[in-house]
C-alpha cells in the first residue's frame, strides 16, 4: 500500500494510476489523514432476469406489446431456435 498527500497525487496521478493497475492500493491523504482510496475498477457483472417480478407492463400506457421482447427481458436471452 502508498499513502500520499493530495499535491503528491496530482502530480503523480498516470504513476499511481500505474501502480493500482498493477495491484497496489494508493490511499490519498489530507492532513494526515486518509480520504480516499485508489483501487482497481471492477466492472459489475450483469444478470439476465435480475428484476424479474419487480418491474410490471402497463398495458394503458403503451400499445401492442412486442411479445418476443417482453419475453426475452422477463426469461432472460432467447435461443437461436426461438428467432
Keep these: 500500500m502508498t499513502e500520499v498527500n493530495v499535491h503528491e497525487a496530482k502530480t503523480h496521478l498516470s504513476r499511481l494510476l500505474k501502480q493500482v493497475e498493477d495491484g497496489e492500493r ?7 489523514s486518509p480520504v480516499a482510496d485508489l483501487v482497481q475498477h471492477v466492472r459489475p457483472r450483469l444478470t439476465a432476469g435480475l428484476l424479474r417480478g419487480q418491474l410490471h407492463y402497463d398495458s394503458e400506457t403503451f400499445d401492442d406489446p ?8 422477463v426469461d432472460g436471452p432467447l435461443g437461436p431456435e426461438a428467432g
Design 66 to 73: 412486442d411479445r418476443a421482447l417482453a419475453r426475452q427481458m
Design 26 to 32: 494508493v490511499v490519498i491523504s489530507r492532513g494526515g
